[in-house]
């Protein structure tokens, strides 16, 4: 466009002359037609380029929460590996109340161990039943994770023993279907295996049943200790226990 042809004159407020704007008009180019992008196309570019900063920063946010829970996690292995539980307990201690699984079945192995490891009976059923309520979260939030059913059967059965040896009996079938489940979720994991087929865990049972004076049922049980294949010096002790009591009930019947 020419410079001779723009309107001069006219005040900014005012604006230029009407004769002058007129000349200005008929020496453009007819055909020129300024393109103005519609608000509602600029308002959504924007909101494209809003979206796509926000969905990046939330993608990088996520991939760094999930990178931190895996050398969390890994961290908290090592440890359990070098049996150092407390240590391991104090790691994972600040996520407890947390919904991730993997983090709260970690938390109450390491409570069970813990216990195992207190000559307190206070301190050894604090840690019991702290571990307990956790499993029972992480079951509650995942019920298809083998690790959960291993470790709630060990709970039940541990945290029972506290109610006595009625509410102990009266939990066995439950703390072998969570067994049984995790087997079928992972059939390799040899601690499931070991606890199903344990030649104490077959004699504390068949003890159980003779102080509760159902004899048939202790007979089975003890009957299966005795015939357990040993592979401790504690399993050999547990077959020569359940031999005895076998000895003894059937001395008792004959009389």
Not at 5 to 18: A, N, Q, T, V, Y
Not at 28 to 51: C, E, G, K
């Amino acid at each position: 466009m020419k410079d001779e042809l723009r309107p001069k004159g006219g005040s900014k407020e005012i604006g230029p002359d009407p004769g002058q704007w007129a000349l200005w008009v008929n020496g453009m180019d007819r055909n020129y037609r300024p393109f103005i992008m519609p608000v509602t196309w600029l308002s959504f570019i924007a909101s494209l380029q809003v979206t796509s900063v926000k969905d990046l920063g939330d993608t990088e946010k996520i991939l760094s929460v999930k990178e931190a829970t895996e050398n969390l996690i890994t961290e908290a292995d090592d440890l359990f590996s070098e049996n150092k539980y407390k240590e391991l307990y104090e790691l994972l201690y600040p996520y407890k109340e947390s919904n991730d699984v993997e983090i709260l079945w970690r938390l109450s192995r390491a409570l069970h161990h813990m216990s195992k490891q207190q000559c307190h009976n206070e301190e050894k059923k604090r840690y019991v039943f702290e571990g307990y309520d956790l499993i029972v979260k992480a079951l509650q939030l995942n019920d298809s994770h083998y690790a959960v059913h291993k470790w709630y059967a060990i709970f039940l059965d541990t945290r029972a023993a506290y109610d006595g040896i009625k509410a102990r009996v009266t939990q066995l079938p439950n703390v072998k279907n969570h067994l049984l489940q995790a087997v079928e979720l992972n059939p390799k994991d040899a601690t499931t295996l070991y606890i199903l087929g344990y030649c104490q865990n077959l004699l504390m049972l068949g003890k159980t049943y003779l102080k509760l004076e159902k004899d048939e049922k202790a007979r089975y049980y003890l009957k299966l200790a005795s015939l357990y294949p040993p592979q401790t010096d504690d399993d050999l002790q547990a077959i020569k226990e359940a031999c005895d009591l076998l000895k003894n009930l059937e001395k008792q019947q004959q009389q």
